[in-house]
């Protein structure tokens, strides 16, 4: 199976900073269509995962453009340009690139300073 | 827009089975695909399984093959995860989730339902 890392696991922001998450796979998520299988997701306290990130860099709708998400091959980057206090929750990486064998990191839980 | 509404919390004697439904509404129904996600208490996401309605067919993840069945009934847009031999360690929030597109594959979760807790105990 494909194995997702994060890092860090916490990560306390200070709102208007600058925010960034890792997630390293142990294989290249580059499929060959040429795109990226790589999503995240924020789960806020108390609710339902929402798709952040789509194909790796790809806002999904709705998405605050605050967010962004790059990188290639096996190492990926989510990044929050300034955070917000309604950015607090778990972001979590996810690689779709051979179902059924579909994994989750994880998990990074931002939260206040 | 797509709304996913799922079936009421369970509690299950171990050794039991549980079905949770996942009612689809607004969009297409049969050509996206169809995820359902664990997450046990204060853990993380566990992709359990997924469906394609039009094609019938189920994939599950490996650690779940064998103990769950989803399905898929095309005339109420409404898919289920039912799971079998149930023990203490399946409690969980399940998730069920749709594909942003209909991509014939398991890509990107753009809608999700609210979630089914299910408890397992004696």
């Known amino acids: 199976d494909i194995v997702l890392t994060q890092s860090p696991l916490s990560l306390p922001v200070t709102p208007g900073e600058p925010a960034s998450i890792s997630c390293r796979s142990n294989?290249?998520?580059?499929?060959?269509?040429?795109?990226?299988?790589l999503d995240w997701y924020l789960q806020k306290p108390g609710q339902s995962p929402q798709l952040l990130i789509y194909l790796g860099s790809n806002r999904a709708s709705g998405v605050p453009d605050r967010f962004s998400g790059s990188g290639s091959g096996t190492d990926f980057t989510l990044k929050i340009s300034r955070v917000e206090a309604e950015d607090v929750g778990v972001y979590y990486c996810m690689q779709a690139l051979q179902p059924p064998q579909i994994t989750f990191g994880p998990g990074t839980k931002v939260d206040l300073k | 827009q797509v709304r996913l509404v799922q079936s009421g919390a369970e509690v299950k004697k171990p050794g039991s089975s549980v079905k949770v439904s996942c009612k689809a509404s607004?969009?297409?129904?049969?050509?996206?695909?169809i995820s359902w996600v664990r997450q046990a208490p204060g853990q993380g996401l566990a992709w359990v399984g997924g469906i394609i309605p039009i094609s019938g067919g189920a994939h599950y993840a490996q650690r779940f093959q064998g103990r769950v069945t989803i399905t898929a009934d095309e005339s109420t847009r409404t898919a289920y995860l039912e799971m079998s031999s149930l023990r203490s360690e399946d409690t969980a929030v399940y998730y069920c989730?749709?594909?942003?597109?209909?991509?014939?594959?398991?890509?990107?979760?753009?809608?999700w339902g609210q979630g089914t807790l299910v408890t397992v105990s004696s």
């Open positions: 989730a749709r594909d942003m597109r209909a991509s014939g594959s398991y890509l990107s979760f753009q809608y």
């Open positions: 607004g969009g297409t129904f049969s050509t996206y695909a």
């Open positions: 294989q290249s998520l580059l499929h060959s269509t040429g795109y990226i299988f």
